[in-house]
């Protein structure tokens, strides 16, 4: 049979050393550090054992825009905000069922960094409605993302930064020590909801500091010795 409209194209993210990633899904983690969570007045879990379950929503998969790109300041929003992000690339299709933490684990084959934007005021409208964050969150250019890194080139995480420079002046600044819930327990907790594929991706939750882009910003984000993010936004 043929098709009755252009089939879209997937999105490819760009591999250091050669390659791509396909991306089939992208999957966000709200509140993932007590300094934002605090920011955006939500209440911040005392400890791992009180912090209840992840917040999780998406974007489409082609609101993917690689690293160098220009971003256009989008439609329907006076507060376009950025929140930079560990980016997680899962690499293998999951077993059957829920994963534990070295299942998890294993499925991860590439790190990058990226910017989870967000119509802050869509999104703030449709909490206080109590109704969900889609319009804010998963739009067009919304998840600038750079080129990812294997894992094995990687190492450990654990004590890394998230830094994002806004015109030079530094705005966000995070340790991933911080994560409420690591990567293997983001993991774990999306294989509960999930049949979890090959070119998956995953945005971690931001520390503190998020706040307003305007058209003619440029953004430098990184994931410390391992991955930069560079942009702009443009007036669209
Ligand atoms: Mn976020």
């Known amino acids: 049979m043929t098709d009755i409209v252009p089939a879209p194209q997937t999105p490819r993210v760009p591999v250091r050393g050669g390659g791509t990633f396909p991306v089939r899904r992208i999957f966000c983690v709200g509140r993932n550090f007590a300094d ?8 911040a879990p005392a400890s791992k054992a009180e912090r209840g379950q992840p917040v999780f929503f998406h974007k489409p998969a082609d609101a993917i825009v690689i690293n160098g790109a220009d971003v256009p ?14 980016v997680v690339a899962l690499g293998t299709d999951a077993p059957p ?10 499925l991860v084959i590439a790190y990058g960094v990226g910017l989870d934007l967000t119509r802050r005021d869509l999104q703030a409208a449709a909490k206080a409605k109590g109704l969900p964050w889609d319009t804010g969150k998963g739009f067009d ?10 894992a094995e080139h990687v190492g450990d995480l654990a004590s890394r930064s998230l830094t994002l420079d806004i015109n030079g002046t530094r705005r966000q600044q995070g ?37 307003p882009l305007v058209a003619g910003d440029h953004f430098v984000a990184a994931l410390e010795g391992v991955a930069e993010l560079k942009g702009a936004i443009v007036a669209s």
């Open 141 to 150: 250019h919304s998840a600038p993302i750079s080129e990812l890194v294997l």
């Open 73 to 86: 300041y989008p439609s329907a929003t006076q507060d376009l905000h950025h929140e930079v992000e560990l």
């Open 175 to 211: 340790s991933l020590a911080d994560l409420i819930w690591d990567v293997p327990d983001i993991v774990h907790e999306l294989s509960k909801l999930y049949a979890l594929r090959a070119g998956d991706l995953v945005f971690m939750g931001t520390p503190a500091g998020v706040g």
């Open 97 to 106: 069922g829920v994963l534990d933490h070295a299942q998890a684990q294993a």
């Open 36 to 43: 934002h969570a605090k920011e955006m007045g939500a209440a």
